[in-house]
């Protein structure tokens, strides 16, 4: 099983963006199979109807941090939300981005430490450690 975890780095200020809400959520149902359109190259694409599922809604603390979001991830597809919109209000700020998900694989073995840099108009997302 996989730890998730984040963190919201406000780059305009130069320091971690507190407060700002976080949601984790599961894509759940439906299944994979490799389709090949050129008859070499398959692609991997879903057969059946699915949907995001919520495993965890929390908010960045003092040092712009998610630590509670999934201890014991299992394989699939998974999706962060942040709620970029109202966090950049309060500060007296206006943004184009008024959320700003990232939706990535989680091999169900390793740590997933995704941080986000913020800014009002741009934002940068890596795999951290």
Avoid at 5 to 11: A, P
Avoid at 44 to 62: H, I, K, L, N
Wanted: charged share 20%; aromatic share 8%; proline share 4%.
């Amino acid at each position: 099983m996989s730890a998730i975890t984040t963190h919201v780095l406000d780059t305009v200020l130069g320091k971690p963006a507190a407060g700002v809400a976080v949601r984790l959520e599961k894509l759940e149902g439906g299944g994979w199979i490799e389709v090949s359109s050129d008859g070499e190259s398959p692609e991997r694409v879903r057969d059946a109807p699915c949907g995001w599922v919520e495993v965890a809604a929390s908010a960045t603390d003092a040092d712009g941090r998610c630590r509670d979001l999934a201890a014991d991830a299992a394989a699939g597809d998974y999706r962060l939300t942040f709620s970029t919109g109202s966090y950049l209000q309060r500060q007296g700020r206006t943004s184009i981005y008024p959320e700003i998900s990232i939706t990535f694989t989680c091999d169900g073995k390793g740590h997933y430490h995704l941080p986000l840099l913020i800014s009002d108009n741009s934002y940068t997302t890596y795999r951290g450690s």
